[in-house]
């Protein structure tokens, strides 16, 4: 088995992270895919497709929002708080992840690998909380029409953004330092394809229950605020629903609710999946197969759900191709 040395420079930087200077190990190897090498091309054309449309999808939801008018709504500056927080999440893995495929250099160092899980942890908590702001939105556009302007302030979204990304980096550093503090000395290969949680925790040469029951609180505090909110918001939406007579006004609440109730149900089911479950039942293909779903494609077809059947959206986006239309061949009439 190799062993690694600690320079004084790497010292102090794994000081920073670690809380001490004695681990061996400097740098891990992310084995990722290399147990299927003969789906090298294939996995790298399909994870660099699905970044680019995760990309190009969440950015142009984000302009869009941010060119038209209509769309300055509260429920639309969470919608764009949610794309930007899915293009920072799958950036925190899914670049290093192609680089390794394309280049066979799989290491990433100690610091790196702290980094890169606190980061991805980071906005996956915070979507947590931003999915439990948007819940409330709707409870109080539908529960409390003639008060949504005062109860929705844009002072009171700013704080709700804000403190959704407090709650959520704040929950990461704790979760990222009750793993990091831990000595590791060998074997360095994690079996995934970025510094996910389990498989870098079984690498720890310490005792690490204490890290499991801090990360077990964490994760169940963090959900259960972010799911309490949500049901009783939805509590709520579906009495007032059931209450009103006119079948097309049911339709419009419940067809308003729907994208941010696919979007609820897809994230929290397959973090709860991952991250939930008793350590027995973990396996490693199984686990990369939910990983990309989780970090990759959840990304991808957040702006779809939202956009699909919103009127809204659709009409901003027929007046941007029209406003396009007419600055690259000039007006249809004259």
């Known amino acids: 088995m190799s062993v690694w040395v600690n320079s004084p420079d790497e010292q102090r930087s794994r000081s920073l992270v670690a809380g001490k200077n004695n681990t061996i190990v400097m740098k891990f190897i992310l ?16 994870l660099l497709g699905i970044y680019l449309l995760t990309l190009a999808w969440n950015l142009s ?8 008018c209509h769309l300055h709504t509260p429920m639309y500056f969470f919608l764009s708080n949610l794309s930007f927080l ?23 160092s100690f610091v790196g690998c702290a980094t890169q899980y606190f980061v991805f942890c980071g906005m996956g908590l915070t979507e ?20 949504y302007t005062a109860l929705i302030s844009h002072t009171l979204c700013l704080k709700m953004v804000v403190g959704a990304y407090a709650g959520g980096f704040l929950s990461s550093l704790i979760e990222m330092y009750s793993v990091y503090k831990h000595d590791f000395c060998g074997p360095n290969m ?8 389990p498989p870098v925790l079984v690498l720890s040469c310490s005792d690490i229950f204490t890290s499991q029951v801090v990360n077990f609180i964490v994760g169940v505090v963090v959900g259960m605020v972010s799911v309490l909110v949500i049901l009783i918001s939805y509590g709520y939406i579906v009495a007032v629903v059931l209450k009103t007579s006119s079948a097309k006004g049911r339709t419009k609440a419940f067809s308003t609710c ?20 008793p350590s027995s039942s973990y396996s490693l293909n199984q686990d990369k197969v939910v990983s990309i779903f989780y970090a990759l494609v959840i990304p991808m077809v957040n702006p779809i759900i ?8 659709k009409n901003a ?15 249809l009439f004259f």
């Open 31 to 46: 084995l990722g895919f290399s147990d299927h090498p003969q789906m090298k091309l294939f996995l790298f054309e399909l």
């Open 61 to 68: 939801l984000i302009v869009l929002i941010r060119m038209d």
């Open 86 to 108: 899915d293009i920072c999440y799958v950036s925190s893995t899914t670049p290093k992840m192609l680089s390794d495929i394309i280049t066979g250099q799989k290491t990433i």
């Open 128 to 147: 947590c909380f931003l999915l439990a702001a948007m819940a409330y939105d709707r409870y109080a556009a539908i529960c409390n029409p003639l008060l």
């Open 190 to 197: 994690i079996a995934h394809f970025f510094c996910d949680l």
């Open 258 to 277: 729907a994208s941010h109730l696919t979007s609820v149900t897809l994230f929290f089911g397959s973090g709860l999946f991952m991250y939930m479950r």
């Open 306 to 313: 939202y956009s699909f059947r919103n009127k809204e959206i």
């Open 317 to 331: 986006m027929k007046k941007a191709m029209q406003k396009d239309h007419v600055l690259s061949h000039g007006p």
